[in-house]
Each structure stands twice: as C-alpha cells, then as structure tokens.
C-alpha cells in the first residue's frame, strides 16, 4: 500500500539545522529489494542507503539500480557486518524477521522492520526484551503502515471519550481465504540467480518448489506464509493490521488467557478458518475486557440485525455499555444500544483532536535522527503481537491456556509453553 501523506508531520529539532544535509542523512541498509522493498524506496532516497541485501539476485540487482551507491549482499548476517550501517528496514519473509531485528538490535541500531517482528511468543518477546533495553538509543517501528491514516485517531478518540460507554469487549476480523494442503513437494532445483538456503534461513529445510515463489510484488508472501515453519497465516499477515485498529484504541497490555478454535489442526499449514479469544487485564480508564480474532469465515455476532458485518473485509467492532462502534481502515459507524441517545457523549472540538500522524516511514526515520518516538514500536507491536502468536499456541492445544505475561509462560499447560518457541537451524540463532 502506498505510504501515507506527510501532512502535519511534526520533524524533531534536527530539521532546524538541516535534516537532509548529507551530515544528517542516516546510513540505511535495505533486505528486501522486490516487493515491499520497492515500496521503500521512495522514502529512502533522502537518506543514505549504504546497504542493499535479497536472497533473490535479480531482486538485488533490481534495487541496485535505484540505489547504484549501495553495497550487495545475498547474506543478510554478512551485510551487518559493514560498519557504517545505521539502521535497517527489513521486508524479508517472516520467518527470519525476529532474526533480523534481534541480530540488528545488539549492533545498537534503528530497526523497521514489516510485520510481524516475529513467528513465535518466544521471538515477538526476545524482539521486544532487546528493543527496550535499547530504547533509548534506538527507534523502531513495526511496518503496519496503515496506523497512519486518520480513522485511526478517530476511532481511538471516540472509545476513550466514551462514546460507547464502558467498554467492555472488542472484536477484529479479516475474511481472506488462502486454503494449502501442506507443504510444496521437490519439483526442480532452484534457479541460479536464487539462493534458496539463505532463503530457508532459520526454519527447518523444505525441498525446492516454484509455487513458494510465484505472486507479484507486494504478494508473494500469500505463496509462504500459511506454513508454519514459515509465518502465522492471515494471523500475522492481516491479522496484525486489522487488531492494530484495535489495539490502538485500547491501552492494553499483555493478556491473562487465550482460546482458540477453527480448522482441524494440521501441522504443516495455519488455519483458515479461526476465532481466538483473550482476556485483557483492566488499566486506568477501563475493566477488564475480552478482544477476539476472527478469520476465514468465523465472524463475531453482530450487535444489530440492521448491521452487516460481513460487508467489512476486514474490521473491528467496540462494544460499550450504551452502544457499538464498528470500524474499517477508512470508515467509522456508532450504532446506540439499549435506548441509549448518545447525549452522554460530547464530541472533542477540533483543536483538540488527535493530530495526523503524517508519513509512517518518515515518522521513523526523522525518529532516528531525534525524539526516538514512534507509533508502532517494538514495545506497542510487540504487546499486540504476542498475543496473538499465544492464541495460535491455543488453537494447538485445542483449548483454553492462562498466562503469566510476566515470565512468559503458560502456567496450566506444559503443552503449551513447547509450543511457545521453535527449533532454528544451526548456524541460525536467535541472538547473534
């Protein structure tokens, strides 16, 4: 998806004294070329871009033309090892993101890394741990670029100001459907110019097959990521939009519980059809509360019969004590409930509403260079996405888990806690 406009974009102190002088430019390294990638590489082309890595060496040679300056690597690990890198945008496959921005965080430098940061509880939280104990060195930023668009502000404003009442409980849904067998069986060898070992990275090794690489950019990842020794399905994928909607609007922390239920399990490939269900504890403004997912046909309930949930592909529906608010990406509905008349709710004036957040990407960049700040942190995403990595690890042990959020452990469930993590390749290691 195309970034979003830079309108109302606040720049830190740096900008007074040149942001863009090549002083100031920050020395960026890019994994990913194809795909994501290019859609980066607008917002890179006012820094330095020193670095330039893919597994894939037409991709590679594809960026090399926008960015002829940069180093080539086919090696990710090989590539952090070039001394003036300052910071990394990461749009490789989602089984080497905790990886990636594991190993770039020990170096101390700035992450972006496209959702999610992790495939597991254990590598979202090890991702998270090495972000906060950096946090005042480093920024980053998860790549769920659609946290920039106005409704997001919106829809968070109107839960907090009570415009539905007491909040008390919140859905997600996404309604793709990509059903897989299992995995691809060998056909062929890979083609030269790919360097399918590096591709496997970290995850147990798979033979060979074309279909994991068909799709055009932007796409490709619909070809892998339903496998689990590659993603977490629409989980990961939407899943980690979508309740971004969500989680924005709800100060949350980590959750208590998680069920979840769907598809036969099998164990090659993610469910399709999914509805996970977690337990919030309480904060400052709110009681505790239950958020669910649902994806691949399973749909909460509607609150009105005058209300299609369905015509949303993918939303979030608020429930409070006086009312709904059923939102998508781009568009918001309050809908009373039990009479109410919405006279309770007072509407913030204009000067005191959310401000845009401008340019997702450059709110990271300029973040590198200043404050540190972003919207969708590794602390923020990390929260979020954790969550619903325990709710696949649910969805495995076929019911419902209670979890210590603080140890990271379930604590009724031995089941559960060795599904928590996943066995890496040697060579591979989480922390390098």
């Not at 945008?89 to 089984?95: G, N, W």
């Not at 959750?255 to 399990?265: I, K, M, Q, R, V």
């Not at 709710?345 to 404050?371: S, T």
């Not at 469930?413 to 922390?431: D, F, H, T, V």
């Amino acid at each position: 998806m195309a970034l979003a406009g830079t309108a109302g974009l606040i720049l830190p102190k740096t900008s007074l004294f040149g942001a863009n002088a090549p002083s100031n430019k920050l020395n960026i390294a890019l994994i990913g070329t194809w795909g994501r990638g290019e859609a980066h590489f607008n917002g890179l082309s006012s820094e330095n871009v020193v670095a330039l890595c893919d597994v894939d060496e037409n991709h590679l040679a594809f960026g090399a033309r926008r960015f002829p300056g940069a180093k080539t690597y086919f090696d990710w690990r090989r590539m952090l090892e070039q001394k003036d890198i300052q910071a990394v945008v990461c749009c490789s496959a989602d089984h080497t993101h905790a990886h990636i921005a594991n190993w770039s965080l020990n170096r101390d430098l700035h992450v972006y890394m496209e959702k999610p940061i992790g495939i597991s509880v254990e590598e979202v939280r090890a991702v998270r741990a090495n972000y906060l104990k950096r946090r005042n060195k480093v920024a980053t930023q998860a790549g769920t670029q659609r946290h920039a668009l106005e409704n997001f502000n919106r829809v968070r404003e109107w839960v907090l100001d009570g415009a539905i009442g007491d909040l008390q409980e919140v859905s997600a849904w996404g309604n793709r459907k990509l059903p897989r067998d299992g995995y691809l069986p060998a056909a062929g060898d890979p083609p030269p110019h790919l360097h399918y070992d590096l591709w496997i990275g970290p995850s147990p090794f798979h033979p060979y097959n074309p279909g994991y690489f068909k799709g055009g950019p932007g796409m490709n990842c619909l070809s892998w990521n339903m496998y689990w020794d590659f993603g977490t399905g629409q989980v990961g994928d939407m899943g980690n939009h979508t309740m971004d909607l969500a989680w924005n609007a709800l100060d949350a922390d980590l959750p208590l519980s998680a069920e979840a239920a769907g598809d036969p399990f099998n164990p090659e490939v993610t469910p399709v059809k999914l509805a996970m269900h977690f337990d919030l504890p309480a904060n400052s403004w709110r009681g505790e509360i239950r958020c669910s997912w649902y994806q691949g046909g399973a749909m909460p309930d509607s609150p009105a019969k005058f209300i299609n949930l369905n015509e949303i592909d993918h939303g979030v529906l608020f429930e409070g004590s006086k009312g709904c608010l059923v939102a998508g990406f781009n568009q918001r509905l309050l809908y009373p409930l039990r009479n109410a008349d919405f006279t309770h709710y007072k509407p913030r004036p204009k000067d005191q509403l959310i401000p845009p957040l401008g340019d997702f990407q450059k709110q990271w960049i300029n973040a590198c260079k200043g404050d540190l700040q972003t919207a969708c942190n590794f602390d923020y995403n990390g929260k979020m996405t954790e969550m619903m990595m325990l709710g696949l690890v649910a969805y495995r042990v076929g019911r419902k888990i209670k979890y210590d959020p603080v140890a990271g452990r379930v604590t009724d469930s031995e089941e559960a806690n060795r599904l928590l993590g996943r066995k890496y390749r040697e060579g591979w290691p989480l922390n390098g």
